[in-house]
């Protein structure tokens, strides 16, 4: 697959099915867009679709669907300014959000809502994610 050597590192620890549909996406993309930002941009939202990020990599999602509010808009655009979960599934029930903040070892999460779980896992993720690229 050309998009091969442009996967991210973290879907490059992803499984199969996430770099297929990265790459597929990506590709399709750079056919429509050409290289570059925006392409990335339109494979990752595919992505978020399907998977969510925890940790260093992406893992399938029990349903598919937009992960954030971002991703739910029709037409939705990364330079628009709404925030994003940063492939966190925002959408996700609390329990699952829980479940997710334990395997990260996210400290205080009994006591966290919703939206503070979100961003606890955001931050656990992109600490993972600098961990395993050093």
Do not use: C
Request: zero cysteines; proline letters at 4%.
């Amino acid at each position: 697959m050309p998009a091969k050597k442009d996967l991210p590192s973290t879907v490059a620890r992803s499984g199969r099915k996430a770099q297929e549909t990265w790459g597929k996406t990506h590709d399709s993309a750079v056919e429509q867009y050409g290289e570059g930002e925006r392409s990335h941009r339109t494979a990752f939202s595919a992505l978020k679709h399907t998977h969510e990020k925890v940790g260093d990599h992406w893992e399938q999602k029990d349903e598919k669907g937009p992960s954030d509010a971002q991703a739910a808009r029709k037409g939705a655009s990364a330079r628009s300014g709404a925030p994003t979960a940063g492939g966190v599934d925002a959408t996700a029930s609390k329990a699952h959000l829980m479940d997710v903040a334990r395997r990260l070892d996210v400290p205080g999460r009994s006591s966290m809502t919703k939206d503070e779980l979100v961003r606890a896992i955001q931050r656990a993720n992109n600490r993972e994610t600098s961990r395993a690229r050093s």
